[in-house]
């Protein structure tokens, strides 16, 4: 079987310029990481660069877009028919994971105060809103929950503890953690 080099393909351009952006990111930072090295790593010229991406920060932009599409689709679909508190586990692993995968140096990039995609109406808090309603309906939430503010808070905490573990250089399990710090604030939230 004849090896094809994914440079052979010009449809996987795009996605080939995403992925050497991605390692070159997690290997040097956002800031280290130049444009000129982003194309030599994908073996293409820089106009190329500039007919997918307007820029750097548009890289940005991918990662949360392919994020929405997991968890309005695939997760919604690994959700479905399970309990309350088995779908929010699966949610906080799932989303434990996204942080896992994208790097911890880029999580730094990511966790500023003015990233527009820190936005509460994405498709991510959607799906959370999702659980949360289901969880009411259940009763394993009181029937006075506020469902919008519960995903609010919910992600200052898992929010909180991925800032924590980029400050922390990554030394300890994110998805445990976050699990672990979920449990316990749900303690208060819980019907009694």
């Given at each position: 079987?004849?090896?094809?080099?994914?440079?052979?393909?010009?449809?996987?351009?795009?996605?080939?310029?995403?992925?050497?952006?991605?390692?070159?990111?997690?290997?040097?930072?956002?800031?280290?990481?130049?444009?000129?090295?982003?194309?030599?790593?994908?073996?293409?010229?820089?106009?190329?660069?500039?007919?997918?991406?307007?820029?750097?920060?548009?890289?940005?932009?991918?990662?949360?877009?392919?994020?929405?599409?997991?968890?309005?689709?695939?997760?919604?679909?690994?959700?479905?028919?399970?309990?309350?508190?088995?779908?929010?586990?699966?949610?906080?692993?799932?989303?434990?994971?996204?942080?896992?995968?994208?790097?911890?140096?880029?999580?730094?990039?990511?966790f500023n105060p003015e990233n527009e995609w820190f936005s509460r109406e994405r498709p991510m808090q959607k799906t959370l809103l999702k659980v949360i309603h289901m969880g009411i309906e259940s009763g394993d939430l009181s029937q006075d929950t506020d469902p919008e503010q519960l995903v609010r808070d919910l992600f200052i905490v898992l929010r909180g503890t991925c800032y924590d573990w980029c400050v922390r250089e990554g030394s300890y399990d994110l998805e445990k953690t976050m699990l672990k710090q979920v449990h316990y604030f749900l303690w208060g939230a819980l019907k009694s």
């Open positions: 079987m004849a090896f094809t080099s994914n440079k052979s393909r010009p449809g996987n351009t795009r996605q080939r310029i995403f992925d050497s952006a991605l390692t070159l990111m997690k290997a040097k930072g956002y800031q280290g990481a130049t444009i000129r090295d982003i194309c030599q790593k994908a073996g293409v010229a820089p106009s190329s660069f500039y007919s997918h991406f307007s820029s750097k920060s548009d890289l940005l932009q991918d990662i949360y877009a392919r994020s929405d599409g997991y968890f309005s689709s695939e997760l919604l679909l690994l959700l479905e028919g399970k309990p309350f508190f088995q779908q929010l586990e699966i949610y906080v692993r799932a989303y434990a994971q996204l942080n896992i995968d994208t790097g911890l140096e880029m999580m730094r990039v990511l």
